[in-house]
């Protein structure tokens, strides 16, 4: 197959949705099949596809519609004769949308890892320019199938798969030495886009509260966002400054999981959290907000504990329960490590896309 995937993200911005596309198109191309990753020029998204290997193509991408950027990717579609287009946000399935039905590309597919549109009229029209959508949680399937729109045959779910026992790319990071953290603190860590869904407001909050019961714990928040400013000032509203890091956007959280002590993820908002699976597969236990598929990673009182999404104080005794007892913060991590290598591997991801993505083809290549 020749495959492409299409995401608009802004230059400065890495997510989940990214991770997943590149490490999708890695293991596609993996197994002998042509992959193209077409994104904003001197993004991150395409310069770690880049760093992998991948062909990518820049592309001035800003509104929905533009006869500029469509016609140069029908031009594209036709000369690569890709048989595929996957597509992550909405505006980038109207505009590549058009271009693959327009260069008559076989199957355009729309891959939601987060929730990305409700019960209205342009999203239907929108998802028309689709054959079928890719979601990596049962959550996200059953909150479309509510619509009445589509045939439960239309929307699969493919967990997302990561690399375990990845250990990075051997450059050395000592959070410790590198952010003044004191020997014998405690490492609470989060991590993620900084935006609203994310909820890392309530991260702090909790902070706040714990550092009242134990001023020697030290939080840390990966990831870079339009909200680095705002949280930043918050930590000093709250008197809490000198007990978090900002980490800011890391290429490489690997080095960073096996040095925390608890993972924590208080967002709004979620698919199926990449960076829970990541924490897990270090064998490290973890803290989540009740929303989107994590019940489908973190198992209550097994791998972690799950909390109710802006309960500060749940959020704090969940973490003060796990930080102060060695023995569950080892069991839960075990667990975690086992669950992750049993069933959300890389291997089986790619493997589960291919399969899905070639049957799909092949059915509507018949049809045609």
């Known amino acids: 197959m020749n495959i492409a995937f299409l995401n608009s993200i802004p230059p400065d911005e890495w997510g989940g949705g990214e991770k997943w596309m590149v490490s999708a198109a890695e293991g596609l191309k993996g197994r002998g099949h042509y992959v193209v990753l077409i994104g904003k020029p001197d993004s991150f998204f395409l310069r770690r596809a880049q760093q992998v290997g991948l062909t990518t193509v820049p592309l001035k991408i800003a509104g929905d519609f533009g006869p500029i950027v469509t016609s140069k990717l029908i031009r594209l579609f036709r000369r690569r004769k890709i048989d595929c287009l996957i597509a992550n946000f909405n505006k980038d399935i109207r505009l590549g949308g058009v271009a693959a039905r327009l260069a008559a590309v076989p199957l355009v597919i729309s891959r939601n890892g987060y929730p990305l549109f409700s019960r209205r ?11 079928k959508i890719i979601t990596n949680t049962a959550v996200i399937k059953n909150r479309y199938s509510s619509y009445g729109w589509f045939k439960d045959d239309f929307i699969e779910v493919i967990p997302n798969g990561i690399k375990v026992n990845n250990m990075g790319n051997g450059i050395g990071l000592n959070l410790r030495q590198s952010f003044d953290i004191p020997g014998d603190d405690k490492i609470i860590l989060t991590a993620g886009r900084l935006t609203r869904p994310k909820g890392q407001v309530y991260f702090l ?80 236990a973890v803290v989540a907000t009740d929303v989107g598929g994590v019940r489908e990673l973190v198992e209550d009182g097994v791998t972690g504990y799950v909390v109710e999404p802006r309960d500060v104080q749940g959020i704090a005794d969940a973490i003060w329960a796990l930080i102060n007892n060695d023995s569950f913060l080892k069991a839960f991590g075990d667990a975690g490590r086992k669950k992750i290598t049993e069933q959300f591997s890389m291997e089986r991801m790619v493997s589960s896309l291919e399969d899905f993505l070639q049957e799909t083809l092949n059915t509507k290549l018949g049809e045609g």
């Open 121 to 131: 009229l342009k999203y239907f029209l929108t998802y028309k320019l689709v054959d």
């Open 205 to 284: 909050k909790a902070a706040q509260e714990l550092l009242k019961r134990d001023p020697s714990l030290s939080f840390l928040i990966a990831g870079s966002g339009v909200l680095d400013g705002k949280l930043k000032g918050l930590s000093r509203e709250l008197g809490i400054e000198s007990r978090v890091r900002f980490l800011g956007y890391q290429e490489d959280p690997y080095q960073i999981y096996p040095q925390m002590d608890l993972f924590v993820l208080t967002s709004l908002e979620e698919g199926l959290p990449n960076s829970i699976m990541e924490a897990m597969s270090f064998g490290k």
